[in-house]
């Protein structure tokens, strides 16, 4: 009977991702499927992605958040897709190197050096 009331197990890098900081970039919604399906094996496929003002697109466009530790040794992102500020599917965390996380970063603005 209170079997119903236990947690389910934890994603252990999910919470390690709770510890990092979240950076949010938008990115126009185009080539999504493809640079998802690029991620798994080369996350340099992230900067394929064109950087979008929020308020610019409002009815379709992707999220990034990327999660990162203090001195962006330890990066990860997970994507958004929205239309109409709906959220029509997401996907999983991706490991991300630090070259790759300046350059997205850099392409909105934020200079990591």
Known sequence: ???????????????????????????????????????????????MLSPVNYYAVKEKYIMAKVYSSKD????????FRYDSDKLVSSTKLFKVDKLTASKAFAKVGIIIK
Do not use: G, T, W
Not at 3 to 27: A, E, G, T, W, Y
């Open 1 to 47: 009977m209170l079997s119903i009331f236990k947690r389910s197990p934890k994603d252990p890098l999910r919470q390690r991702v709770k510890d990092l900081k979240c950076r949010q970039i938008h990115f126009v919604d185009e080539h999504y499927d493809e640079a998802v399906a690029k991620m798994q094996s080369e996350p340099a496929a992230m900067l």
């Open 72 to 79: 962006f040794e330890e990066n990860y992102a997970e994507f």
